[in-house]
């Protein structure tokens, strides 16, 4: 059974730093590409970054793109995104998610429905202004 465990969330000023981390278990993490989503209170989820299962590839939404940064660690079945310049507006629960196939590519799962593959329990990001 896969299970996804996302840690370093908290509370941050506009324009600080937070770094999110996600330990994973229960799949071959170094075949599967990896990804972070967002779901602010009364809002619908969304995309925030995905990686490939080798790190070589990267996706991000717009909305974050050039602040937040996905990386991954295949020997220690871990996927992190560091959140710099911070704004009121990326406070949300972030979750960490794993595809339910091997196949699935770090650019597909920018669309994945979250009744698909794996998720981890969230950690919440509050940014003040």
């Known amino acids: 059974q896969v299970q996804l465990v996302e840690s370093g969330g908290g509370l941050v000023q506009a324009g600080g730093s937070l770094r999110l981390s996600c330990a994973a278990s229960g799949l071959t993490f170094s075949s599967y590409s990896m990804a972070w989503f967002r779901q602010a209170p009364g809002e619908e989820g969304e995309f925030v970054a995905s990686?490939?299962?080798?790190?070589?590839?990267?996706y991000y939404a717009d909305s974050v793109k050039g602040r937040f940064t996905i990386s991954r660690d295949n020997a220690k079945n871990t996927v992190s995104l560091q959140m710099n310049s911070l704004k009121p507006e990326d406070t949300a629960v972030y979750y960490c998610a794993a595809p339910g196939r091997r196949s699935t590519t770090a650019e597909a799962m920018g669309a994945m429905p979250p009744h698909c593959g794996s998720w981890g329990q969230g950690t919440q990001v509050t940014v003040a202004s």
């Open positions: 990686i490939s299962w080798s790190g070589g590839r990267t």
